[in-house]
């Protein structure tokens, strides 16, 4: 059995493969053979398995169930490895009113989103690469929110990598309280924040795809943000890299004021960052502007190196009639102060502009 599993884990199928094994599924809303080029929205194969993300129409949602369970498991059969198939409904029906199909935000009309009580905004960092700044940026951009005397949380959506406790320097908290079967976030710097960090320590997360979306609905929902005499202005989601099951979860989840893209200069992470930024669109989420953090480095004489590239963000920005929200430097001392989980006013300059546009 163990044999098994490691053969099929060390093997995993090529996105051809999958493609190749949807096409002999019959697509039970229409009848004849699954059309992947019209349906499959992403394709992720990693060691874990497959996990193949259909967008479908809202109206056929019911009639195309059985390929979550039915469908899966015949791919399963054919590829002989895990494989998960999961339905998003990001178009609307054929049939739907085509003028309300053309002004509504496609996805939201079709989703439940109810808002976080007790939340005004909400607000998702993002980029398509990891360590390109965004929980550095989530982190400072709390900051200077909550020195311009907003109420400001942090969700760590970065389960298998959660770093929002030691930025916050909350790595010692024990784990959160719970109050009537709610989580009662911990709170740093007057920045409360909510994180698998905290909840699982140093264990490292090990979790199936719909397990993260459980506990990322569990870190948004479970947690007691605010109340009714103090809530929150502004919560903001931290990301993981990519455009993964945490954005589409996310953003079917709870409504988004916007999303922030950060990338930096080099065109492999702006390709990247691009991704990200479309995704978003995709989803319907406003994307509100572009950070491009890591920008050059200024010695002591003065003298701009330009480690990464240039301009990047700029170019990412125009391209996609975004604002490009701020260009940080590279800053030893504020890679030392998230290390530590310190933050003093010296470091806020280039986020202070950003949280003026935001609130
Ligand atoms: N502008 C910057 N100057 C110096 N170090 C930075 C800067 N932005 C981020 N870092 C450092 O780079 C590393 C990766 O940043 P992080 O915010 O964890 O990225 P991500 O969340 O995108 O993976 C961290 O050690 C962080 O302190
Ligand atoms: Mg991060």
Redesign the pocket.
């Known amino acids: 059995m163990l044999a098994r599993f490691i053969r099929k884990q060390n093997t995993p199928p090529t996105q051809d493969a999958v493609r190749e094994a949807l096409r002999t599924l019959i697509d039970p809303a229409t009848g004849t053979v699954l059309d992947d080029e019209a349906l499959v929205e992403r394709i992720t194969v990693d060691h874990r398995g497959v996990v193949v993300v259909l967008s479908i129409d809202a109206a056929s949602h019911h009639a195309r169930a059985p390929l979550v369970s039915k469908g899966a498991n015949a791919l399963q059969q054919r590829l002989g490895c895990d494989v998960k198939i999961l339905l998003t409904a990001h178009k609307t029906a054929p049939h739907a009113d085509h003028a309300a199909s053309q002004q509504a935000p496609r996805k939201k009309a079709s989703w439940n989103l109810t808002p976080i009580p007790h939340v005004q905004s909400i607000v998702a960092v993002a980029?398509g690469?990891?360590?390109?700044?965004?929980?550095?940026?989530?982190?400072m951009l709390a900051h200077a929110l909550r020195a311009r005397g907003l109420r400001v949380g942090i969700v760590d959506a970065?389960i298998y990598?959660p770093?929002i406790p030691r930025?916050l320097g909350l790595e010692s908290t024990r784990q959160p309280e719970i109050q009537d079967n709610q989580m009662i976030p911990p709170v740093a710097h007057g920045i409360a924040a909510m994180s698998m960090g905290l909840i699982m320590g140093d264990t490292a997360a090990v979790m199936r795809a719909p397990m993260i979306t459980k506990a990322l609905h569990q870190l948004l929902r479970g947690t007691r943000w605010g109340s009714e005499e103090a809530p929150l202005d502004v919560l903001l989601v931290?990301m993981p890299?990519g455009t993964g099951d945490i954005h589409i979860s996310l953003a079917q989840a709870v409504p988004l004021a916007g999303a922030i893209i950060?990338t930096t200069p080099q065109d492999v992470a702006v390709m990247d960052a691009k991704k990200c930024l479309l995704a978003f669109e995709k989803l319907g989420v406003p994307v509100l502007g572009i950070i491009e953090?890591?920008?050059g480095f200024t010695d002591a004489s003065g003298y701009h190196h330009a480690i990464f590239g240039e301009g990047g963000g700029k170019k990412l920005a125009a391209e996609h009639g975004s604002k490009l929200l701020a260009s940080?430097?590279?800053?030893?001392?504020?890679?030392?102060?998230?290390?530590r989980g310190l933050c003093d006013d010296s470091l806020l300059a280039h986020y202070h502009g950003i949280s003026e546009t935001l609130s």
């Open positions: 980029s690469k990891g360590g390109v700044g965004k929980s550095t940026t989530t982190v970065d990598g770093s930025m931290d890299p950060v953090n890591m920008s940080i430097p590279l800053n030893p001392a504020l890679c030392q102060a998230m290390e």
